[in-house]
């Protein structure tokens, strides 16, 4: 099991940058595709963008393209979000996930990720 910790969400205005962490511990090495997640109150979990743990392989969400960034620092056993542009739409909780499945067809969807961290609040006001 992977135990996933996010922190760097808060109140933003919209315009303003986020740089939401997501700390790795544990069964790290059984992790191959590390993705982010958002859910705003009465939606269904949204894909944001997935990073290929190893080489770093990415892939940002149409919903924040041009505005986000992942990556990762494998010597911190950390992923991070960037989103710059903020809108209030962009409000949600965010979750950062785990997973060992290598097809990547299927690495924007939730059911791929089997360990999921508590999420980070972001609100982005008008």
């Known amino acids: 099991q992977v135990q996933l910790v996010e922190s760097g969400g808060g109140l933003v205005q919209a315009g303003g940058s986020l740089r939401l962490s997501c700390e790795l511990s544990?069964?790290?090495?059984?992790?191959?595709?590390m993705a982010w997640f958002r859910q705003a109150p009465g939606k269904e979990r949204e894909f944001i963008a997935f990073?290929?743990?190893?080489?770093?392989?990415?892939h940002v969400g149409d919903s924040v393209k041009g505005r986000s960034t992942i990556s990762r620092d494998r010597t911190k056993s950390t992923v991070y979000l960037e989103m710059n542009n903020l809108k209030t739409e962009d409000t949600a909780v965010y979750y950062c996930?785990?997973?060992?499945?290598?097809?990547?067809?299927?690495?924007?969807?939730?059911?791929?990720?089997?360990?999921w961290g508590q999420g980070t609040q972001v609100t982005v006001s008008s």
């Open positions: 996930a785990a997973g060992q499945t290598y097809n990547a067809a299927r690495w924007s969807l939730p059911s791929s990720y089997t360990d």
């Open positions: 544990g069964r790290t090495l059984s992790v191959y595709i």
């Open positions: 990073i290929r743990w190893n080489d770093g392989t990415t």
